[in-house]
């Protein structure tokens, strides 16, 4: 069962939400307390969303903190509800402290915002793939052309920031995303940053 609970913080709200696990008052007031540490390195939060998790021995504690422009995420689990609040929040401040100085220049920006246009596209359906079955061999691949083609769902409109290459760097680092589209800032290109498998990042210029 989910439980859900919100309390005030200073300045800024906190929300703490259970799966598998009763949020006490000794949680609560932990949690609250490890924050501190955040209001030390940064300020400017808009609001912290805490998710604990137990799953048998697994005890995991992911944060997601809201800034003005931009938001962090950080997931740890540990053997212990405490210890993986813990290393979560050490996990944050870390970053914080590595990206401070651009997140306050980045902060006092006047972000440039650009739409693209996004096709949303479903899944084929299981029983289209055995059409092959049923059709004759002289029209194939004419039926398979017509049925493997992947629908057209929905569309919707992506709004992408102006950014600094290492601006984008700094937000894949913020985020765990695999990858980011943004407008580069110095030669105003579309462009696509994504995490290797290294953990390294691949830069593409889009157009």
């Known amino acids: 069962m989910t439980k ?40 400017h939060i808009i609001d912290v969303r805490i998710t604990l998790d137990v ?12 800034f003005i422009h931009f938001h962090i ?15 979560a929040v050490d996990r944050l401040v870390k970053l914080i402290r590595r990206y401070k100085s651009k997140m306050q220049s980045h902060r006092a920006k006047d972000l ?3 739409d693209i246009h996004v096709n949303v596209i479903g899944p084929l359906k299981d ?11 002289e ?27 290492d601006e984008a760097v700094m937000k894949m680092e913020f985020t765990g995303d695999h990858f980011l589209i943004f407008k580069s800032e110095e030669d105003q290109k579309l462009k696509l940053i994504y995490r290797r498998d290294d953990q390294n ?7």
């Open 4 to 43: 859900k609970d919100k309390f005030a913080g200073e300045g800024y709200t906190i929300y703490v939400e259970g799966k598998n696990i009763e949020i006490t008052d000794a949680i609560r007031n932990y949690i609250a307390e490890k924050l501190t540490r955040i209001e030390k390195v940064t300020d």
């Open 55 to 66: 799953q048998k021995m697994e005890h995991s504690c992911s944060i997601l903190m809201d």
């Open 73 to 87: 995420k950080v997931k740890a689990s540990t053997e212990n509800i405490y210890s993986a609040v813990d290393k």
């Open 112 to 114: 440039t915002t650009i």
């Open 127 to 137: 029983d289209l793939r055995a059409i092959n079955d049923d059709i004759e061999a």
């Open 139 to 165: 029209n194939a691949r004419e039926k398979q052309d017509i049925w493997m083609v992947h629908p057209v769902v929905a569309k919707e409109t992506m709004t992408l920031k102006m950014l600094t290459q």
């Open 201 to 207: 990042y691949g830069l593409v210029q889009i157009q």
